[in-house]
T-cell receptor, first 113, second 111 residues
Framework: DSGVTQTPKHLITATGQRVTLRCSPRSGDLSVYWYQQSLDQGLQFLIQYYNGEERAKGNILERFSAQQFPDLHSELNLSSLELGDSALYFC????????????FGPGTRLTVT | DAKTTQPPSMDCAEGRAANLPCNHS???????VYWYRQIHSQGPQYIIH???NNETNEMASLIITEDRKSSTLILPHATLRDTAVYYC????????????FGQGTELSVKP
């Protein structure tokens, strides 16, 4: 158990819909990272937040957005969903913003039908 | 960040040492080598990292060649639970926390 929690574990929704994935980092960690893992793209970095502020962005689609709240939990919002957005979405956390020693949650499996 | 090259798959007998190689011939002097693993669709798990010296922790040992162009992750007594995809990543420290995962090595530990 990494100490990072993600909800929900599974999500099935239809194309065009919007969903929100939630992540609670380990106690004391200030950075939160979001990654997407699909069969054809592998594990890809989406975005990083540190203490409420966006720190780094990967190839995150404009239809996706994220935020980190004052209590340090984070949400990833995915809108206008397409079949290709079906993937595992992982959240990770680290103590500081340079943290390559990241602790990953169990993931949310999103299926878009 | 330097590109890393790993064999796509390896087998290891249970109880034996698993030696996973990684080539990073273009690594620069301030790039660390990090290892993560992912067990069957679970979240990736940090294993170990190093810069120049060999490192050991409770999970594994990391041997980095003197010229730093390659490294080996050693699991001293592999168990069936070590079956996973292992990722070697070269990163400049303190340049943000973006991990770039390649294809990794799929290690199968067999009884």
């Amino acid at each position: 158990d990494s100490g990072v929690t993600q909800t929900p574990k599974h999500l099935i929704t239809a194309t065009g819909q919007r969903v929100t994935l939630r992540c609670s980092p380990r106690s004391g960690d200030l950075s939160v990272y979001w990654y997407q893992q699909s069969l054809d793209q592998g594990l890809q970095f989406l975005i990083q937040y540190y203490n409420g502020e966006e720190r780094a962005k990967g190839n995150i689609l404009e239809r996706f957005s994220a935020q980190q709240f004052p209590d340090l939990h984070s949400e990833l919002n995915l809108s206008s969903l397409e079949l290709g957005d079906s993937a595992l979405y992982f959240c990770a956390s680290s103590v500081d913003q340079s943290g390559y020693e990241q602790y990953f949650g169990p993931g949310t499996r999103l299926t878009v039908t | 960040d330097a590109k890393t090259t790993q064999p796509p798959s390896m087998d290891c007998a249970e109880g034996r040492a698993a030696n996973l190689p990684c080539n990073h011939s273009t690594i620069s002097g301030n790039e660390y080598v990090y290892w993560y693993r992912q067990i069957h669709s679970q979240g990736p798990q940090y294993i170990i990292h190093g810069l120049k010296n060999n490192e050991t922790n409770e999970m594994a040992s990391l041997i980095i060649t003197e010229d730093r162009k390659s490294s080996t992750l050693i699991l001293p007594h592999a168990t069936l639970r070590d079956t996973a995809v292992y990722y070697c990543i070269a990163l400049i420290y303190n340049q943000g926390g973006k991990l770039i995962f390649g294809q990794g090595t799929e290690l199968s530990v067999k009884p």
